[in-house]
Nanobody
Framework: QVQLVESGGGLVQPGGSLRLSCAAS????????MGWYRQAPGKERELVAA???????DYADSVKGRFTISRDNEKNTVSLQMNALKPEDTAVYYC???????????????WGQGTQVTVSS
């Protein structure tokens, strides 16, 4: 079955950088979007960045100028380069994607297990 797996989370000091990666595996016919969400304790899950199949890219206002999302359509992966990290960026980060497993199948939404990012001195 289709699976999303994140990697790259960890502990970093304020002002530091981390790079998150997400790989989609299994039976994949096409992916029309891949993106990143995050959820901090006691807060709602929010969109961080998204990249559609049409190469349209969207960022949350709080991360514009600091984060960069990149897709490799051939490898079915997406990454999130996070620079100038702040304590408020601390959250569990989740990979999200809409994926078709065959030409006669519709798109289904998938979530990764999440990876913890902690920004603290």
């Amino acid at each position: 079955q289709v699976q999303l797996v994140e990697s790259g989370g960890g502990l970093v000091q304020p002002g530091g950088s981390l790079r998150l990666s997400c790989a989609a595996s299994g039976s994949i016919y096409s992916i029309n979007y891949m993106g990143w969400y995050r959820q901090a304790p006691g807060k709602e899950r929010e969109l961080v960045a998204a990249a559609t199949g049409g190469r349209d890219i969207d960022y949350a206002d709080s991360v514009k100028g600091r984060f960069t999302i990149s897709r490799d359509n051939e490898k079915n992966t997406v990454s999130l380069q996070m620079n100038a990290l702040k304590p408020e960026d601390t959250a569990v980060y989740y990979c999200n994607a809409d994926i078709r497993s065959g030409r006669l199948f519709g798109y289904m939404n998938y979530w990764g297990q999440g990876t913890q990012v902690t920004v603290s001195s």
